[in-house]
Nanobody, 121 residues
Framework: QVQLVESGGGLVQPGGSLRLSCAAS????????VGWFRQSPGKEREFVAA??RGGTTIGYADSVKGRFTISRDYLQMNNLRPEDTAVYYC????????????????????WGQGTQVTVSS
């Protein structure tokens, strides 16, 4: 059973940066497709970024392109905006997304508990 634990969230001013980490245990995380999603109160969980199981393909939501960078272990977030405020979740999937990033939340098997990111002055 894979367990994921996010860390690195917090309060940051607009234009600031944060690095979210996703620590995995209980599985071969390096062989999984990995994704980051976020959810604000009253909204559905939305795709942020993902990396394919093979590690060769990365996808980003349009709203974060050029500002966020994903690796298998972290999500680097630069030039943060108030609209980036949300709970951020990492997810891992062992069976899908070999060559293509998985961007749909319900296609992920494992989830972390989430970490709060608040962007405010």
């Amino acid at each position: 059973q894979v367990q994921l634990v996010e860390s690195g969230g917090g309060l940051v001013q607009p234009g600031g940066s944060l690095r979210l980490s996703c620590a995995a245990s209980g599985g071969t995380f390096s062989a999984y497709a990995v994704g980051w999603f976020r959810q604000s109160p009253g909204k559905e969980r939305e795709f942020v970024a993902a990396i394919s199981r093979g590690g060769t393909t990365i996808g980003y939501a349009d709203s974060v392109k050029g500002r966020f960078t994903i690796s298998r272990d972290y999500l680097q977030m630069n030039n943060l905006r108030p609209e980036d405020t949300a709970v951020y979740y990492c997810a891992a999937e062992p069976n899908r997304g070999l060559h293509t990033p998985v961007v749909v939340p319900n296609q992920y098997t494992y989830w972390g508990q989430g970490t709060q990111v608040t962007v405010s002055s």
